[in-house]
Antibody, heavy 118, light 109 residues
Framework: QVQLVESGGGVVQPGGSLRLSCATSGFGFSGYGMHWVRQAPGKGLQWVAFIRYNSSHKYYADSVKGRFTISRDNSENTLYLQMSGLTVEDAAVYYC???????????WGQGTLVTVSS | EIVMTQSPATLSVSLGERATLSCRASQTVSSNLAWYQQKPGQAPSLLIYGVSTRATDIPARFSGTGSGTEFTLTISSLQSEDFAIYYCQHYNSWPPVWTFGQGTKVEIK
């Protein structure tokens, strides 16, 4: 059974930092590229970041570049997102996603809510 | 940067009727086009990938078509569980950057 469980969300002040985690099981995590996608309350989906299966390549949306860092620990089957310089525009539910285009697989976690407020 | 535009924003459909959702790309895209369904309080779930291939366990009433810049998701006969928000997604092969449409809400007429 595939599981992705995000954690680490919460309330943070503008300018603050937060580290999100995504613990996975039930699929070959070390062979999958992983993404973070966010969704502001009542809004649509926005891609945030990607990390290759072996961490060799990382890509970020322009809106988070230089403030967010994606990483992974294949020995722990866990994905991370280090967020700093948070603004109100970063408030959203953050989802981790395992995606394999040729297999037609997209495994999503249930999301973790980040609230940015003073 | 590719922009994905979905229409309409809201679609009112009766049970058993056909629903047709559109997605337009700002430039020609390859076949890396997917559709997701999202119900309230839930994460999105993959319906269609590669423009027209149904994901595992997706019913045959869902179908995807299109090419170039114009893509369509058709639900042939709406069931009660199909009322949700649907997103199209362009997933670039490399770099693996994703772009989502703004969503179409399918509601009960």
């Amino acid at each position: 059974q595939v599981q992705l469980v995000e954690s680490g969300g919460g309330v943070v002040q503008p300018g603050g930092s937060l580290r999100l985690s995504c613990a996975t099981s039930g699929f070959g995590f070390s062979g999958y590229g992983m993404h973070w996608v966010r969704q502001a309350p009542g809004k649509g989906l926005q891609w945030v970041a990607f990390i290759r299966y072996n961490s060799s390549h990382k890509y970020y949306a322009d809106s988070v570049k230089g403030r967010f860092t994606i990483s992974r620990d294949n020995s722990e089957n866990t994905l991370y997102l280090q967020m700093s310089g948070l603004t109100v525009e970063d408030a959203a539910v953050y989802y981790c996603v395992a995606f394999h285009d040729t297999k037609g697989e997209a495994f999503w976690g249930q999301g973790t809510l980040v609230t940015v407020s003073s | 940067e590719i922009v994905m535009t979905q229409s309409p924003a809201t679609l009112s459909v009766s049970l058993g009727e056909r629903a047709t959702l559109s997605c337009r790309a700002s430039q020609t895209v390859s076949s890396n086009l997917a559709w997701y369904q999202q119900k309230p309080g839930q994460a999105p779930s993959l319906l269609i990938y590669g423009v027209s291939t149904r994901a595992t366990d997706i019913p045959a009433r869902f179908s995807g078509t299109g090419s170039g810049t114009e893509f369509t998701l058709t639900i042939s006969s709406l069931q009660s569980e199909d009322f949700a928000i649907y997103y199209c997604q362009h997933y670039n092969s490399w770099p693996p950057v994703w772009t989502f449409g703004q969503g179409t809400k399918v509601e009960i007429k």
